[in-house]
């Protein structure tokens, strides 16, 4: 699951660190759009010495950037890392952003609900904070049985 619980020895602090899956690394995504650009020239060999060749070749290589900019895109959207810190009495979870901002919030533990909503979220098993008048998401870029999981560990780790 693409998330972690680090706790100290003591066990007075415990993390959490979520991240989205990233199952295309950055060797893969190169060798996925050179693949891509062989496989587009295919066709084109069969033209070489011809000037219609030159007709085609700007549009072998507008599709081939235009895969390699999508992936790309989709690679810098998925930079995205969410910690929870639980220390002593005190709970925060602090969500960065691909654009490099953070967005925090703080609680006391005591006050915090954990909340799942099966349906009625946005999507479904929605887990979610509350406290301090806010609520907030957490993991919502998980994998529906990755949440309902979170949410079982959440439970277990506001306990301890």
Aim: glycine share 6%.
């Amino acid at each position: 699951m693409p998330y972690q619980w680090t706790t100290t020895p003591d066990e007075s602090r415990q993390e959490l660190r979520l991240w989205p899956h990233n199952s295309l690394p950055l060797k893969g995504l190169a060798a996925f759009v050179l693949v891509t650009f062989a496989m587009i020239l295919i066709p084109v060999i069969t033209l070489l010495g011809s000037p219609v060749l030159w007709g085609l070749l700007p549009f072998a290589l507008l599709a081939v950037w235009g895969v390699n900019h999508a992936l790309q895109r989709n690679r810098k959207s998925r930079q995205i890392v969410e910690t929870l810190t639980l220390d002593g009495d005190a709970a925060q979870l602090v969500r960065e952003e691909p654009s490099g901002a953070t967005k925090e919030w703080d609680c006391k533990r005591y006050w915090t609900t954990i909340t799942k909503y099966e349906n009625d979220g946005p999507i479904p098993h929605y887990v979610t904070l509350r406290g301090m008048g806010r609520e907030v998401e957490i993991g919502a870029f998980l994998s529906e049985d990755e949440r309902v999981t979170l949410y079982d560990e959440l439970l277990r780790a506001w306990k301890r």
